[in-house]
């Protein structure tokens, strides 16, 4: 079994708590979850903070078992940066970044793609991490340069992270319209599987898992990933955690079936 999280870190933002309160949460997931490859969005640097590590070097730490492929997508003068990272079991075969265009200053943040190639029991596995615009018209914009970068991929792939959309933006219909499966949609139609804190409480979907069909038929479960324990938060988001069938083993299968990117270490 094959368990991918996809997690907004929220950076170094403090609106849920400080980092320094934060992180033990976010370690304390992986280490629960026990997720083969997670897929971090809103991930912080800061040459001021933990000798200039990023927020998914420092939790690789807290762990332990996980390599880390972090990539800025914006840096100010400082040198601070925000960007997206990979922490995996076995290092990925490759590691690419595809910077995303812009549409004005309305979104301040400049915005990539990170894409991931990771051994997998069925052949190498496409993992795109995708933190897209709150702005409609750049959403649209950057989902149309995803879908170009995704047609130039052989083999299954799959789209996670924070889209800034909900289930019903233009956005999201023209990703499912090209053939991607929306996990949640797919397994659990009739929940509304809200991401992402306003006012104290989970209120809207913005977080996604989506496959390609031949993907999709390997997908045995989804769900959130919630905080810690009262008004603890480990970000403004909670994770989406999906389970994908490995080697021989159907959609169907147990969840004690145990097959994934371990069985795909490269010797």
């Not at 040198?79 to 075969?93: D, I, N, T």
């Not at 989902?143 to 992270?161: F, I, M, R, T």
Request: aromatic letters at 6%.
């Amino acid at each position: 079994m094959t368990r991918i999280l996809s997690f907004n870190l929220g950076g170094y933002g403090d609106a849920h708590g400080p980092w320094s309160a934060r992180r033990p949460l976010v370690a304390a997931m992986l280490a629960d979850q026990r997720p083969d490859l997670v897929a971090l969005q809103a991930v912080a640097r800061d040459p001021a903070i933990e000798a200039g590590d990023d927020q998914a070097t420092q939790l690789a730490r807290d762990v332990g078992g996980y390599v880390v492929a972090y990539r800025p997508a914006a840096r100010d003068a400082d040198g601070r940066e925000q960007g997206l990272a990979f922490l995996s079991k076995v290092p990925a075969l490759t590691v690419r970044v595809r910077p995303l265009s812009r549409r004005g200053d309305d979104d301040p943040f400049d915005r990539v793609l990170l894409h991931g190639q990771f051994a997998w029991p069925r052949g190498p596995l496409h993992v795109v991490c995708a933190h897209l615009s709150w702005i409609e018209d750049q959403a649209r914009d950057n989902v149309d340069e995803l879908l170009a970068y995704l047609a130039a991929l052989a083999g299954p792939k799959l789209v996670v992270g924070d889209f800034n959309q909900t289930p019903t933006s233009d956005a999201l219909a023209r990703l499912l319209d090209a053939g991607l499966v929306d996990a949640w949609a797919a397994l659990r139609p009739d929940a509304a599987g809200h991401t992402f804190y306003e006012r104290g409480a989970l209120r809207k979907r913005i977080d996604y898992v989506l496959l390609d069909r031949g993907l999709a038929s390997r997908l045995c479960d989804v769900s959130r990933v919630l905080d810690g324990p009262g008004e603890r938060r480990a970000s403004d988001h909670a994770g989406v955690l999906a389970r994908l069938a490995g080697g021989d083993e159907r959609a169907d299968v147990a969840e004690s079936t145990d097959q994934g990117f371990r069985q795909s270490a490269p010797r």
